[in-house]
């Protein structure tokens, strides 16, 4: 929990900017020619933003419980159920009090209107030791998304130094679309509050 509490300290000054902007965007404009907030297959949308927040278990760490925030944008193929974009990745760090960025691509199918399989990977390249930027590890995880609202995920992370050196797994639960920016707020408002009362 404490590295959880300095990271959302960190990086929330620098996210609810973005999530506000977002935030801004209507969802409900006409998707076929429109960047649509909440994704859907073609034809009613052409792409979307990935605005998601949630906790993650990972094992084999000492300080198990983490977070991640992701931002980026999605593309729908002009022919099939097939999506491709992109994402950058703020995660908790195993060595406490710090956070990993990873930009990741990311792929995603349709199997209905509603549910969807995503996958992505990458190579951390800012977290923590010196210098802060260079090859911190390698992640990966395959999602099962629920109208772009909720994804319950599965990810293999690699950490290339340090005291938490080496592979482990996680599940993970993340809030999307217009859930996103609430979600990572009520957990900051809920973090700040928690360490308030622990001081």
Known sequence: MPAIRTYLHHSGQHLIPLALAFGALNSSTNAAA?????GHPVPECRSSLVTEAGPRFETGQEDALGYTVALGVMRNKAVGQTSLGGAVEISTAPEGG???????PRLRRWL????????????????PGDPP?????????????YRDLVLVTTGLNYVADGI???????????????????VLLATLV???????GGS
């Not at 429109?34 to 909440?38: G, I, T, V």
């Not at 930027?133 to 998304?145: E, H, P, Q």
């Open 34 to 38: 429109q960047l649509c907030w909440r």
């Open 98 to 104: 710090t956070y990993v960025v990873t930009p990741m």
């Open 112 to 127: 209905s209107e509603s549910v969807a399989l995503e996958a992505g990977a990458g190579l951390s390249l800012l977290g």
């Open 133 to 145: 930027v260079g090859f911190k590890g390698a992640t990966g995880f395959v999602a099962l998304n």
């Open 164 to 182: 938490s050196a080496g592979t482990s797994l996680s599940l993970g639960l993340r809030f999307g679309s217009y859930l996103g920016p609430p």
């Open 190 to 196: 809920g973090a700040a509050a928690a360490a308030g």
